[in-house]
């Protein structure tokens, strides 16, 4: 496990000013989390490829893309195009993962694989080796400010098992209900990069926020 990465999610920020949310975080962070969101995959719509590539040119902190969408074979490169530092997309809405990771790494950035709520990792422990990231919901996809579910740890725990034995560098992303009270339990199953959409912007202070949940984190 390296260094905790602290990911704020911008879902919880203020969508009319999103470049101020960013800079809010920027130093304090290590990624700026960004949940695309079509309507299809998931019941509900936020962003896409226009906002991102905006916002990219506003700071230069690393974004990390989480793709809630469906055919994400068709849409992911171009999040790696814009220049994404990582670029997610979910198990369940993709039929060949290898093929899309090998596509996104050549377009220049990290492959994350999201595992969603009702989907077990089993099956997904053989592709840790072409992948960089793998996020597993610790809620189901859809929406902030969801109470973190332990049960989903075990997910983790298998994902951190499997990479020690097999000595892989993944990285093991956990994203939902992150916050003070939850995530030195994730930590300890073996995640070592944390989501946190309302723990960070739902604080009077988010930097402070952000140093407290790496503390924790860090353990
Ligand atoms: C939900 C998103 C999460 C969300 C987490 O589907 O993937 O990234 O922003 O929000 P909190 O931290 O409030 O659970
Ligand atoms: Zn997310």
Known sequence: ERSPIIAPSILASDFSRLAQEVHAIEGAADWVHVDVMDNHFVPNLTIGLPVVQSLRKATSIPFDVHLMITDPQRWAPGYAEAGAYNVTFHAEACDDPVALARTLRA????????????????PYL??????????IMTIKAGFGGQAFMPEMLDKVRDVRRRAEVNDLEIRIEVDGGIAADTIEQAAEAGADAFVAGTAVYGAADPAEAIRKLRGLAAG
């Open 107 to 122: 377009a220049g950035a990290k492959a994350g694989l999201a595992i969603d709520r009702d989907t077990p990792v089993e």
């Open 126 to 135: 053989e592709l840790l080796p072409y992948l960089d990231t793998i996020l």
